[in-house]
């Protein structure tokens, strides 16, 4: 490896990145073993890197300040509604608001969410590339299910899963681990306002060092139910 | 060749230079201490960096160094070191033969990931937080604080964090390059104050 070439490709900062791949993260440990400069350099950014990691952690002064933000002086017209004149009706009214959603409306989700219900499902392979899309019809607002099929590879200590709109913003990110058993993980959407259209799933593997790699990206129809 | 004495070596003493050479591995087979002490303190902090990236257990880490050294000081003795002008790469090289044993002792052992199941990173014994006392702490910091807030939250959530750095960089909206020449950048202005603050040494002179 080139001297030359590990500074202009900024190898020293990839490599305590975790950006290299095997090979290079090799030919590069060869190269700061022989080169003095690289060396010197490696152990510097490492260095700093560590002295980071205890300076970062320390509390920022973001309380202080919070604390030494003025309280604002209270004023007769601002506060009026306080009085006790005012207030006590007000209290009254949001104590039945509460005692009414404890003793209804909580009890009536609550005994929703205990029935058993079947969801609308979808199973997306990661790996298979082409094809069409399977598609997944859902009420508005209502979750559904998503069974996602990743070949276990032993490479990987976890898989963190990108769901991606049909604008291409990110929805969510799901991070589970990888089981060398499990080739099929069931993921429950929760139920949002969505729009209609196709939707990406991204899944990525992630070694036990931290480098990251794509592994498969797939994609649903998404209709939504009148 | 001249090589670095590393930072250790800066406790209570001034930086020496030493050549990789014949009359170094002589030194090194006769049991010189201070080549010795030399040789141990140099590799030891490369070695360090190269299986913390493999490695989680720094029981596992201080292991395989301690088998590395053992090696090569054996194949010292028995005169296998042929070109003592690439004793480093000989180093590294026994030192990926060390870890591939490791590697298949543990796959022997039924643990697929041979790291499955070990201890985090022991972040606290970490050779450089030894030799990088308070000063070095200092310059650290006075890096930092020149830095812009977003940038200081972007290595804490990167390197104290240890968060997904696609995640963070999508976060921040920035790139990778961005987070890499970052950090190139906090490390030059790292390595100005480092070696402004050493008066004996020019840092021409450790760099010739």
């Given at each position: 490896?080139?001297h030359?070439?590990?500074?202009?490709?900024?190898?020293t900062?990839?490599y305590?990145?975790?950006?290299l791949?095997s090979?290079?993260?090799?030919?590069?440990?060869e190269?700061?073993?022989?080169?003095?400069?690289?060396?010197?350099?490696?152990r510097?950014a490492s260095?700093?890197?560590?002295?980071s990691?205890s300076?970062?952690?320390?509390?920022?002064?973001?309380t202080?300040?919070?604390?030494?933000?003025?309280?604002?002086?209270?004023?007769?017209?601002?506060?009026?509604?306080?009085r006790?004149?005012?207030?006590?009706?007000?209290?009254?009214?949001?104590l039945?608001?509460v005692?009414?959603?404890?003793l209804?409306?909580?009890?009536?989700l609550?005994?929703?969410?205990?029935?058993?219900?079947?969801l609308?499902?979808?199973?997306?392979?990661?790996?298979?590339?082409?094809?069409?899309?399977?598609?997944?019809?859902?009420?508005?607002g209502?979750?559904?299910?998503?069974?996602?099929?990743?070949?276990?590879d032993?490479?990987y200590a976890?898989?963190?899963?990108?769901?991606?709109n049909?604008?291409?913003?990110?929805?969510?990110?799901?991070?589970f681990?990888?089981?060398?058993?499990q080739?099929?993980?069931?993921v429950?959407v929760?139920?949002a306002?969505?729009?209609?259209?196709t939707?990406?799933?991204?899944?990525?593997?992630?070694t036990a060092?931290g480098?990251?790699?794509?592994?498969g990206r797939?994609?649903?129809?998404l209709?939504?139910q009148? | 060749?001249?090589?670095?004495?590393?930072f250790?070596?800066l406790r209570?003493?001034?930086?020496?230079?030493?050549?990789?050479?014949?009359?170094y591995?002589?030194?090194?087979r006769?049991?010189?201490?201070?080549?010795?002490?030399?040789?141990?303190?140099?590799?030891?902090d490369?070695?360090?960096?190269?299986?913390?990236s493999r490695?989680?257990?720094?029981e596992?880490?201080?292991?395989?160094?301690?088998e590395?050294?053992?090696?090569?000081l054996t194949?010292?003795q028995?005169?296998?070191?042929?070109?003592?002008?690439?004793l480093?790469p000989?180093?590294?090289?026994?030192?990926?033969?060390?870890?591939?044993?490791?590697?298949r002792?543990?796959?022997?052992d039924?643990?697929?990931n041979?790291?499955?199941?070990?201890?985090p990173?022991?972040?606290?014994?970490?050779?450089?937080?030894?030799?990088?006392a308070?000063?070095?702490?200092?310059?650290?910091?006075?890096?930092?604080?020149?830095l812009?807030e977003?940038?200081?939250?972007?290595?804490r959530?990167?390197?104290?964090e240890?968060?997904d750095?696609?995640?963070v960089?999508r976060?921040f909206?920035?790139?990778?390059?961005?987070l890499?020449?970052?950090?190139?950048?906090?490390?030059?202005?790292?390595?100005?104050l480092?070696?402004?603050?050493?008066d004996?040494?020019p840092?021409?002179?450790a760099?010739a």
């Amino acid at each position: 490896m080139d001297h030359a070439e590990v500074v202009r490709q900024k190898l020293t900062e990839q490599y305590l990145l975790h950006e290299l791949d095997s090979q290079q993260r090799d030919e590069f440990e060869e190269h700061f073993f022989d080169c003095r400069v690289c060396a010197l350099d490696l152990r510097l950014a490492s260095t700093f890197i560590e002295q980071s990691k205890s300076l970062l952690a320390e509390p920022t002064d973001t309380t202080a300040v919070a604390v030494r933000i003025p309280v604002p002086v209270e004023t007769a017209g601002r506060f009026a509604w306080l009085r006790p004149a005012l207030a006590v009706p007000a209290l009254a009214f949001l104590l039945i608001i509460v005692a009414y959603q404890n003793l209804v409306t909580y009890p009536r989700l609550e005994q929703a969410l205990n029935r058993p219900q079947i969801l609308p499902w979808a199973s997306l392979n990661t790996r298979t590339r082409g094809g069409s899309s399977p598609v997944i019809t859902v009420p508005r607002g209502r979750s559904f299910l998503l069974f996602v099929n990743i070949p276990p590879d032993n490479l990987y200590a976890r898989y963190i899963a990108d769901l991606y709109n049909p604008a291409g913003k990110l929805e969510w990110s799901l991070t589970f681990p990888a089981a060398s058993a499990q080739d099929q993980w069931p993921v429950q959407v929760p139920g949002a306002d969505r729009e209609a259209g196709t939707y990406t799933l991204a899944v990525r593997g992630v070694t036990a060092t931290g480098e990251s790699k794509e592994v498969g990206r797939t994609s649903l129809e998404l209709q939504i139910q009148k | 060749m001249l090589y670095w004495l590393p930072f250790r070596g800066l406790r209570g003493k001034s930086l020496q230079f030493e050549s990789f050479d014949d009359a170094y591995v002589e030194r090194l087979r006769a049991g010189d201490f201070r080549t010795q002490e030399h040789f141990v303190a140099y590799f030891s902090d490369l070695i360090q960096i190269k299986l913390r990236s493999r490695l989680r257990s720094q029981e596992g880490i201080d292991d395989l160094r301690q088998e590395t050294f053992t090696r090569v000081l054996t194949a010292l003795q028995n005169g296998n070191i042929l070109h003592p002008d690439r004793l480093g790469p000989y180093v590294n090289s026994i030192c990926n033969h060390v870890l591939q044993e490791h590697y298949r002792a543990a796959s022997r052992d039924g643990c697929v990931n041979p790291e499955d199941g070990q201890d985090p990173p022991d972040e606290s014994a970490d050779v450089f937080a030894l030799l990088s006392a308070k000063q070095t702490g200092e310059k650290v910091r006075n890096v930092l604080d020149k830095l812009p807030e977003r940038d200081r939250r972007l290595l804490r959530e990167v390197f104290l964090e240890e968060r997904d750095k696609d995640e963070v960089c999508r976060d921040f909206g920035v790139d990778r390059d961005y987070l890499r020449v970052l950090l190139y950048r906090a490390k030059q202005a790292f390595k100005s104050l480092y070696f402004n603050g050493i008066d004996n040494d020019p840092p021409a002179a450790a760099l010739a």
